[in-house]
């Protein structure tokens, strides 16, 4: 059974910080590749960061680029969002994906075939 376990989430004031970690177990593939999504009140999903597995491939998005960083551990199979100079528009559940690494954009919830509950990020003015 694949369980993605997310952590880290949290209230934190504009231009802070905060960490999230995402635990991945029983995976079925060992080429996977982890992501991370987000999802803000009344808005689409919304693609942050991926990376592979062996952590040789990441992408990133405009908006958080520079303050926004994904990090791999792949003995612990955990993948990390370090998230700096944090917004209060940066408020969103974040959600943790995982899928096998292949030909569909890193950056489309369709290249993830297992998902973690979502952990809350506020940020405040």
């Known amino acids: 059974q694949v369980q993605l376990v997310e952590s880290g989430g949290g209230l934190v004031q504009a231009g802070g910080s905060l960490r999230l970690s995402c635990a991945a177990s029983?995976?079925?593939?060992?080429?996977?590749?982890m992501g991370w999504f987000r999802q803000a009140p009344g808005k689409e999903r919304e693609f942050v960061l991926a990376i592979n597995w062996s952590g040789s491939a990441t992408t990133y998005t405009g908006s958080m680029k520079g303050r926004f960083a994904i990090s791999i551990d792949n003995a612990k199979d955990t993948v990390y969002l370090q998230m700096t100079s944090l917004k209060p528009e940066d408020t969103a559940v974040y959600y943790c994906?995982?899928?096998?690494?292949?030909?569909?954009?890193?950056?489309?919830?369709?290249?993830?075939?297992?998902w973690g509950q979502g952990t809350q990020v506020t940020v405040s003015s």
């Open positions: 029983g995976l079925p593939f060992s080429n996977y590749r």
């Open positions: 994906a995982a899928g096998q690494e292949g030909k569909e954009r890193p950056g489309s919830a369709s290249a993830y075939a297992y």
